[in-house]
Structure formats: structure tokens, C-alpha cells
Antibody
């Protein structure tokens, strides 16, 4: 069975850093581009960042550009999101998801990981 | 960047009603549009890709149409299990922006 499982969330102070991980199983991880999508409490979905299957291409929303870094380790079937200079507005559930085809829509989602930025 | 809007932001309809949700892109995106359903407390689920291609396992009462800047998601006969928020997402190049969502509930 295919699975994506996020980890690494929690409470962090404004200006702090956190690294999220997304562990994949049940499919050939190295063949799939991946993405992070977040959802602030009571709000809608916001696309955050994406990475190609090889890791050679990365993409970011303007809201996180320069502060967040997406990466992956295909030998470990894991994707990461390094989040620096965190702000209160980064508080959200962070979902990882995979790109099903050659197009950037997402058909397999993790259960999400809550990140709270607060003093 | 291309902006995505949805209307209405929420709606209430009776079981069996036909429901239509509109998504609009600020520039043409051909048919590079997906629709997702997110039930309360659950993970988003992909319903439709390429504006009108129903994903495997999605009930046939769901359908999508449109191209360019204007798109619609239609539920032909609303069921209680369709209570959810529906999001469109454009994927013709980054950023892969989601619409603000349309909350659907039962009257």
C-alpha cells in the first residue's frame, strides 16, 4: 500500500527553524516529483514548494522563497522541507503529496503535520 | 502570477440538487486545472484533472468542464457525503496555485 508520512513538526518560536520530513513507501519514490502544501487553521490550501523526481528542479511560493528549502534523498525515500526565519503566518498543517503524472496535480497525500510558530 | 478565484465561497443545497462551482483564472491556463475535495478533518482528495477527467473511483455525479480562464465543477445530484470544501488548482507552470475554496453543505 502506498503511503506518505510527515514528521518533524511542532512548536517553534518566531525566527526559529524546523525541518519537516516526508517518508514514502509502497511506490518508486525516485520516479515521482513531490510537493508541500500547507493549510493554516480554518483556512484554505496553499501550495508551498515542489521538487522534481531527481531533485534537480525546485519551485517555491513567493511567501516562502528565500526562507524555505525543499530537498529529497531518493536513497532514503524521503523528502524534506527546511524552514528558516519562521513567522506566525507559517503556522499551518503541512502536507506532502506526490505528482501522479507529468503534470503538477497531486493524487497521493500524507496525513499532514502541524507546525505552530509562536512565542 | 496567475490568480485563482472561486464562486460562491459557500453554498447550501438540498439532497438531490444540482450544484455548480465556478473557478476562474486571471490568465488563460488551457485545461491545466484540477479539482479537489476536502471533507472536514480529512486530507484533500483529487477529483478531476485536465479540467474534466474524472479520477478513478470518483462518483459519476461529479463532472468538470471549461478551458482557458473559466471552469466549473458540477455535482449532478448532491449527496450527504458530498459535504466538503472544494478547491480548484492550476498547474500550468509554477506557482501551482489553489483557489480559495467553496464550502458545500446540506440545507
Amino acid at each position: 500500500e502506498v503511503h506518505l508520512v510527515e514528521s518533524g513538526g511542532g512548536l517553534v518560536q518566531p525566527g526559529g527553524s524546523l525541518r519537516l520530513s516526508c517518508a514514502a513507501s509502497g511506490f518508486t519514490f525516485r520516479s515521482y516529483a513531490m510537493t508541500w502544501v500547507r493549510q493554516a487553521p480554518g483556512k484554505g490550501l496553499e501550495w508551498v514548494s515542489a521538487i522534481s523526481d531527481s531533485g534537480g528542479s525546485t519551485y517555491y511560493a513567493d511567501s516562502v522563497k528565500g526562507r524555505f528549502t525543499i530537498s529529497r534523498d531518493n536513497s532514503k525515500n524521503t523528502m524534506y522541507l527546511q524552514m528558516n526565519s519562521l513567522r506566525a503566518e507559517d503556522t499551518a498543517v503541512y502536507y506532502c503529496a506526490n505528482r501522479a503524472t507529468q503534470n503538477w496535480y497531486f493524487d497521493l497525500w500524507g496525513r499532514g503535520m502541524l507546525v505552530i510558530v509562536s512565542s | 502570477d496567475i490568480q485563482m478565484t472561486q464562486s460562491p465561497s459557500s453554498l447550501s443545497a438540498s439532497v438531490g440538487d444540482r450544484v455548480t462551482i465556478t473557478c476562474r483564472a486571471s490568465q488563460g491556463i488551457s485545461n491545466y486545472l484540477a479539482w479537489y475535495q476536502q471533507k472536514p478533518g480529512k486530507v484533500p482528495k483529487l477529483l478531476i484533472s485536465a479540467a474534466s477527467t474524472l479520477q478513478s473511483g470518483v462518483p459519476s455525479r461529479f463532472s468538470g468542464s471549461g478551458s482557458g480562464t473559466d471552469f466549473t465543477l458540477t455535482i449532478s445530484s448532491l449527496q450527504p457525503e458530498d459535504v466538503a470544501t472544494y478547491y480548484c488548482q492550476k498547474y500550468k507552470g509554477a506557482p501551482f496555485t489553489f483557489g480559495p475554496g467553496t464550502k458545500v453543505d446540506i440545507k
